[in-house]
């Protein structure tokens, strides 16, 4: 096997144990929180603003590893991507299996986002190092993408054959044994995967012209709202589950037909790019986004589930142009890219937490249409844009 091959599988076997991780912990851990240890959601609240505020080592470590590149530094990413999947696995297992107690689930869980964020940065300058031939970087892509959506269904499928009571402890626990044990394949694989990966240094040159702080800060603007979806986050799968009640199964075939139409909008997103304007587009999409998650969560379960569908299609464009603008708004300067990548990182670590808490005094329809509003609140900043600055 050649080294380059050996990279792609090194890419694949982190987002795997990445998305797997994601699931339980953003799916199926508020479900099991909600129906089986039913966990106040302000106390729960406080928890998760301390453990997602870990997520802001990914833009700190990023610019660490850039300095060190340009000062002719070279950073091991295979024995950093090594340590970190394991350091990830095992706070990942501690958390599952000590959740009741939510001081040690705080502790463990900040752990696990912290190796998370490593575990991406480390990928992310890997493809974009790895990048001699369009052949290369798209070989690394797929991979990594690969690895991403087996890792995000798995735990669906796991839910499907082994949860037929929501509500009982015995069957959550073998769950999340399964889940565990899926990633030890993968931890051996990483470390028998002996590539050559040193992040070496490299010319970071930037676009020609002059940043315009207006479009800086306007795009800042836009990823914090069109990013408040997670005040959500830790509610819309236990709301589903109860709406969905004797089906409640059929919430995990739900969520492998969604991880396929987002793959699915991703790649025809980025067929169609080009052709599209990249702002209007983006305007669009969020203000479409916007107006259905107003209304959808007063439907039908059945026919709200169908527009969540389609959301997770339009999703695709949203993605490709957004990273598009904030390359373009960058410059290719790492430092402008990281600030703007943070305000997504800060939508999380307060969103979520809020979200949780004021599900204690509003109804998750109610926050839904929240999202919706600020949604279609964010398409301002993105008209307002000035091109070609």
């Known amino acids: 096997m050649k080294i380059r091959e050996k990279n792609h599988w090194l890419g694949f076997f982190a987002y795997f144990a990445m998305n797997l991780m994601y699931m339980y912990t953003n799916a199926y851990l508020p479900i099991y929180f909600e129906f089986v240890l039913s966990i106040d959601g302000s106390k729960l609240s406080l928890v998760l603003l301390v453990s997602y505020s870990f997520l802001f080592i990914k833009p700190v470590l990023a610019l660490i590893?850039?300095?060190?590149?340009?000062?002719?530094?070279?950073?091991?990413?295979?024995?950093?991507l090594i340590i970190s999947i394991l350091g990830s696995f095992t706070s990942f297992l501690i958390f599952l299996l000590e959740n009741?107690?939510?001081?040690?689930?705080?502790?463990?869980?900040?752990?696990?986002?912290?190796?998370?964020?490593?575990?991406?940065?480390?990928?992310?300058?890997?493809?974009?190092?790895?990048?001699?031939?369009?052949?290369?970087?798209?070989?690394n892509i797929f991979f990594v993408q690969m690895g991403q959506i087996i890792g995000a269904i798995m735990p669906?499928?796991?839910?499907?054959?082994?949860?037929?009571?929501?509500?009982?402890?015995?069957?959550?626990?073998?769950?999340f044994i399964v889940g565990g044990c899926s990633i030890i394949p993968t931890l051996i694989l990483a470390c028998l995967t002996k590539a050559s990966i040193t992040i070496q240094s490299k010319n970071h040159?930037?676009?020609?012209?002059?940043?315009?702080?207006?479009?800086?800060?306007?795009?800042?603007?836009?990823?914090?709202?069109?990013?408040?979806?997670?005040?959500?986050?830790?509610?819309?799968?236990?709301?589903?589950?109860?709406?969905?009640?004797?089906?409640?199964?059929?919430?995990?075939?739900?969520?492998?037909?969604f991880i396929v139409l987002?793959?699915?909008g991703?790649?025809?997103?980025?067929?169609?790019?080009?052709?599209?304007?990249?702002?209007?587009?983006?305007?669009?999409?969020?203000?479409?986004?916007?107006?259905?998650?107003?209304?959808?969560?007063?439907?039908?379960?059945?026919?709200?589930?169908?527009?969540?569908?389609?959301l997770q299609f339009i999703l695709g464009f949203y993605y490709i142009n957004l990273t598009f603008l904030m390359i373009?708004?960058?410059?290719?300067?790492?430092?402008?890219?990281?600030?703007?990548?943070?305000?997504?990182?800060?939508?999380?670590?307060?969103?979520?937490?809020?979200?949780t808490f004021?599900?204690?005094?509003?109804?998750?329809?109610?926050?839904?249409?929240?999202?919706?509003t600020m949604h279609v609140i964010s398409v301002i900043p993105i008209y307002f844009l000035k091109k070609d600055e």
């Open 328 to 355: 373009n708004t960058s410059r290719k300067e790492v430092l402008i890219f990281q600030i703007m990548s943070a305000f997504s990182i800060a939508a999380r670590v307060i969103f979520i937490p809020l979200g």
């Open 100 to 139: 009741s107690l939510l001081p040690v689930f705080m502790v463990f869980l900040a752990i696990n986002l912290a190796f998370i964020s490593v575990i991406d940065v480390v990928i992310d300058k890997i493809i974009v190092q790895d990048d001699k031939t369009n052949e290369i970087k798209d070989k």
């Open 262 to 264: 987002n793959a699915l």
């Open 266 to 310: 991703l790649i025809f997103a980025k067929k169609k790019a080009k052709d599209l304007d990249r702002e209007k587009t983006l305007m669009m999409v969020v203000l479409i986004s916007g107006i259905l998650l107003s209304f959808a969560p007063y439907l039908d379960i059945f026919l709200f589930m169908i527009a969540m569908s389609f």
């Open 205 to 257: 040159a930037s676009m020609p012209g002059i940043f315009s702080k207006k479009n800086i800060g306007l795009l800042c603007i836009f990823i914090f709202l069109s990013n408040s979806s997670q005040l959500y986050n830790w509610l819309l799968e236990p709301w589903a589950v109860a709406k969905l009640g004797p089906a409640s199964n059929l919430f995990s075939l739900f969520m492998i037909f």
């Open 358 to 372: 004021l599900s204690s005094m509003l109804s998750t329809e109610m926050i839904i249409t929240m999202v919706g």
């Open 65 to 80: 590893i850039d300095k060190r590149d340009k000062t002719n530094r070279q950073v091991n990413a295979r024995l950093l």
């Open 156 to 175: 669906n499928v796991y839910y499907f054959i082994l949860i037929s009571d929501k509500t009982s402890f015995n069957s959550w626990t073998l769950f």
